[in-house]
């Protein structure tokens, strides 16, 4: 039997579009098998940043004397860096 793979990476998501909630107007989604999807994770960014990198911000914080740079939200300093992107999307397709 003949198949393909594709990849796509990105620094952008849609979660609906990736579960495949919003298929209006792709034809190319058959809502019969989206229950064959498969997620290896699946969680709400902003919790997964605080679970990786708190206890860095909590010890960066306590050394810096001057509050101007304390990080009160690592997420939100993230993703208003010009420099740096807050995720990176893999999606694979069988």
Do not use: C
């Not at 919003?22 to 034809?27: R, W």
């Not at 740079?69 to 010009?82: A, G, L």
């Amino acid at each position: 039997m003949l198949g393909s793979i594709s990849f796509n990476q990105s620094h952008q998501s849609s979660l609906s579009h990736n579960n495949r909630e919003n298929i209006h107007g792709n034809p190319g989604i058959n809502p019969a098998r989206l229950d064959q999807n498969i997620y290896f994770i699946q969680k709400d960014i902003r919790s997964v940043y605080k679970d990786v990198f708190q206890e860095a911000v909590d010890k960066y914080n306590e050394k810096q004397k001057r509050n101007d740079r304390k990080i009160k939200d690592y997420y939100d300093k993230i993703r208003k860096d010009t420099k740096t992107h807050e995720q990176r999307e893999l999606v694979v397709a069988l």
